[in-house]
């Protein structure tokens, strides 16, 4: 196979059809744009959703969900997630060095989920109630 013998697979190109060519052409007459309103006629134009005035589907259905902006500024570590720092304090940005929080944290608040094995100290860092039990209970401290 070569270069110049190259060709698309069959059926991959379509060949576009030219209308407005006449009866015989196979695309005369209205040139597929129907009979008569707003698109039929050259320069007929209306926004995407446009209804002919009715109020269009995405007004009428009511508006759902919230998108907080702080959500990527506010995050949660779990406990098991300590086991993955390399040293033995944890801080936000020991956490962001280890990948468990994103780089434009502000804060970071660790919860109970999992168990933690090892004494870390925690410096810094909004802690639950829980959490705080679990890390003195594995010989930690929390600041």
Known sequence: MRLNSMKPASGAKKIAKRVGRGIAAGGGKTAGRGVKGQTARSGGYHKVGFEGGQMPLQRRLP??????????????????????LAGDTADLLALKNASLVPKQAQRAKII???????????????????ARRAIEAAGGSVE
């Not at 109970?112 to 829980?130: E, F, W, Y």
């Open 112 to 130: 109970v989920s999992g168990s933690l094995d090892r004494a870390v100290k925690v410096v810094g860092l909004q802690v639950t109630a829980g």
């Open 63 to 84: 508006k759902v969900g919230f998108h907080s902006p702080r959500g990527k500024l506010r995050v949660e570590v779990r406990l098991h997630e300590l086991a993955k």
